[in-house]
């Protein structure tokens, strides 16, 4: 039988015990709270770092849309029907809307352009406005056939020949040929720039498609849309019907249609980044000043020999229906089935 002063080891020997077990205890939380800071800590720190040094994915997505792939080239074309200096902004932005207003003799046209349509085209368009080359102009050329609805204007001379003195390459979406898409590719309201003779280069000519208009085989670059207000505007002139224009065909609006002024906002030419130049001058594809004539267009696309109301394009065409919309090349020849150019 144990006597007290065993009893008393005992108990003794068993808070010992004790007190080491909770020394253990305590030093082992301590060593998992220092870990568990280190680890915090570490992750702060990184987190830190990466917000400071890496940009937001919106501001990366929004910098590289908004920076050109490359440069636009304004080349030198035919002699300027009125003085104009080409853009200096060979950088334009590539992204949002510029608000624009095309004012005629009949009323004003409020007009979207759209930079991500094409950028190069817009800016050029921004800068003829800016310097005042389309005020006093005539609106040379409307066609009224069941696919083929346009209204021409831009060129200075009135012949559909005319140009800005330079020319640059198109911006348009790979044409569709048949089918519901073709037929919608160019809806109505749409803002688009006629081109050449050869389907590749814009200069100062543009054309509003105000009614249906089959020209999706015909690649013409889209720059923006007129609004329903200025859209009623064109549907009284086409209904005024048409007269010979300057080329013997029918295809000018029986009313005088005169640009009085084409108002872009003064911030509208802001670059992304310092503007370039360039000495390139163009030869084979440049816009000429013979003008398309009224034979029966067919589907093909625009050539140097203008067709009648096929297509829109510098040199203008008549209203026998066609598929190809204006260009900023001329055609002497009468052909069928050609879009009409400068």
Do not use: W
């Not at 709270?33 to 929004?62: M, N, Y």
């Not at 054309?207 to 085989?217: P, T």
């Amino acid at each position: 039988m144990s006597t007290n002063q065993q009893r008393r080891d005992a108990a003794k020997r068993k808070l010992e015990r004790q007190l080491v077990r909770r020394q253990e205890l305590q030093k082992s939380r301590r060593q998992r709270t220092i870990i568990a800071g280190v680890i915090v800590s570490v992750v702060v720190i990184a987190g830190v770092i990466f917000l400071v040094t890496k940009k937001p994915a919106a501001q990366d997505a929004a910098a590289s849309a908004t920076e050109p792939a490359a440069a636009c080239t304004y080349a030198d074309a035919e002699t300027a029907v009125k003085a104009v200096s080409k853009p200096d902004n060979t950088n334009p932005l590539t992204t949002g809307t510029v608000d624009a207003t095309i004012t005629l003799s009949q009323g004003a046209l409020p007009v979207t352009l759209d930079r991500s349509l094409a950028p190069c085209a817009v800016n050029a368009f921004v800068s003829l406005a800016a310097q005042k080359f389309y005020d006093g102009t005539a609106c040379h050329r409307l066609t009224t056939a069941d696919n083929f609805k346009i209204l021409q204007c831009g060129d200075p001379s009135g012949t559909g020949g005319g140009g800005p003195g330079f020319s640059y390459a198109g911006e348009s979406s790979p044409p569709v040929a048949t089918g519901a898409a073709a037929a919608n590719a160019y809806p109505v309201g749409t803002l688009a720039m006629a081109n050449s003779a050869a389907g590749a280069e814009n200069g100062s000519q543009f054309f509003i498609v105000y009614g249906e208009s089959d020209l999706g085989s015909s690649g013409y670059t889209k720059i923006g849309t007129v609004g329903t207000d200025g859209l009623a505007i064109i549907d009284q002139i086409a209904a005024g019907g048409t007269k010979a224009g300057p080329n013997g065909a029918q295809d000018a609006p029986n009313a005088t249609v005169t640009i009085t002024s084409v108002a872009v906002p003064d911030d509208a030419l802001t670059p992304t980044q310092v503007p370039t130049t360039t000495d390139a001058f163009p030869t084979d594809t440049l816009p000429t000043d013979a003008q398309p004539t009224d034979t029966q267009p067919t589907d093909t696309q625009p050539t140097d020999a203008q067709p009648t109301d096929t297509l829109p394009t510098d040199s203008g065409t008549t209203d026998s229906g066609g598929t190809q919309p204006p260009a900023d090349t001329t055609a002497a020849d009468v052909t069928t089935g050609a879009a009409p150019t400068t």
